[in-house]
């Protein structure tokens, strides 16, 4: 009887177990699968770059501020009014045509756009990236965006005025 009593102890570790190694299991064969599949989801890389974006890292970008380039902030008008990098307009992925029509000429006369957003898990500066060109106005994505800039400690401007 007491060896039985024993025997139901260990039970739950021999659960446990078995559940920990089905589950190691699934996630090993969910990512071989997604390797080898041909279709899987890109776990190296920013999932909202796609072929043809053209990303440009902190640095890079204030230099090109400096040579006259021209920020687009690609996020809503709320969060440019509290602060943007200097110079910046304000061209909100989901204001996208009203504010294209308002800034249309300045952009078709810059040779050097840059569009920012939020950072990691912000899509907008993609979206209005891939519209401009859309439109024959070539742009570049400043990657990791609003907080690369900021972390980097480069100037900002709060305000509705560039």
Not at 13 to 33: D, F, H, N, S
Not at 104 to 112: A, G, I, K, N, T
Not at 115 to 138: D, M, N, T
């Amino acid at each position: 009887m007491l060896e039985r009593l024993r025997a139901c102890d260990k039970l739950p570790l021999v659960r446990a177990y078995r559940i920990a190694v089905i589950l190691l299991t699934g996630a090993l064969l969910g990512l071989a699968w997604n390797a080898v599949g041909g279709r899987g989801l890109a776990l190296t890389r920013n999932a909202y770059v796609r072929e043809g974006d053209e990303l440009v890292e902190a640095a890079e970008a204030h230099a090109r501020l400096d040579k006259g380039a021209l920020f687009l902030d690609a996020r809503p008008v709320a969060f440019y009014e509290m602060s943007h990098i200097p110079g910046a307009l304000p061209l909100p992925e989901d204001d996208f045509d009203r504010a294209f029509a308002k800034i249309e000429p300045r952009l078709r006369s810059s040779f050097d756009i840059i569009v920012y957003c939020s950072g990691f898990g912000c899509e907008a500066s993609h979206l209005v990236a891939r519209r401009l060109k859309e439109r024959g106005i070539p742009a570049v994505v400043l990657n990791e965006g609003w907080p690369a800039w900021t972390d980097a400690g480069y100037p900002v401007r709060e305000g509705a005025q560039p």
